[in-house]
């Protein structure tokens, strides 16, 4: 049998005043629910979960990685609005939606084919980009989180410098995942 990680490709995103003061606003109108909210050094954008990977894998990924790298300079995109995907009317994921994104995309598009070529599985959605902030188990007040949706769903939140993709290694306990970077690669 052979050993293996769970995985992913992100880019991390440092928290600025105004998303911080979104984040906490949520937190602070939303605290009955059953909620995991994301804690703020661990706030990323996964460009692909990759799930169970073994040693071959994570370094045919950071070879992959090192030369996708030296294709792409650092750019820029912008968090604007608050969304949420749901499932059975209930919400599941507060998120940042994200603007001017196309570079993500194209990261996006080319680490799937390199994934699925290296015997991942084929993601069966199409790649959206959006910083995850919460994990709903259930909201006990929906009318109140309808409203800080509604109240944030345009807002300008910051704008974010992209410098370099971190490839980590997500590890679970009871107080919630750690993510340890594996291989932080530089952009050109």
Known sequence: ??????????????????????????????????????DSGNLHI?????????????VDIIDFLESLSNSFSTFQFNLKGIGYFKRKKQP???????????????????????MVSLGFKKNEHDFTPHLTIARFKYVVDIEKFNFLTEKYSGKE????????????????????????????????
């Open 1 to 38: 049998m052979k050993q293996t990680i769970r995985t992913f490709i992100a880019i991390k995103v440092k928290p600025e005043k105004t998303l911080l003061e979104i984040i906490n606003r949520f937190r602070k109108s939303l605290a009955e629910g059953k909620i995991r909210w994301v």
């Open 46 to 58: 996964t460009l692909r979960f990759l799930v169970e990977t073994n040693k071959e894998q994570v």
């Open 92 to 114: 599941k994921v507060l998120f940042a939606k994200t603007e001017n994104d196309d570079p993500l995309k194209q990261f996006a598009k080319e680490i799937e084919a390199k």
């Open 157 to 188: 939140i910051q704008q974010v410098n992209v410098s370099e993709i971190i490839f980590y290694q997500s590890i679970l306990s009871s107080v919630g995942p750690t993510y340890k970077p594996i291989k932080i690669v530089k952009l050109n």
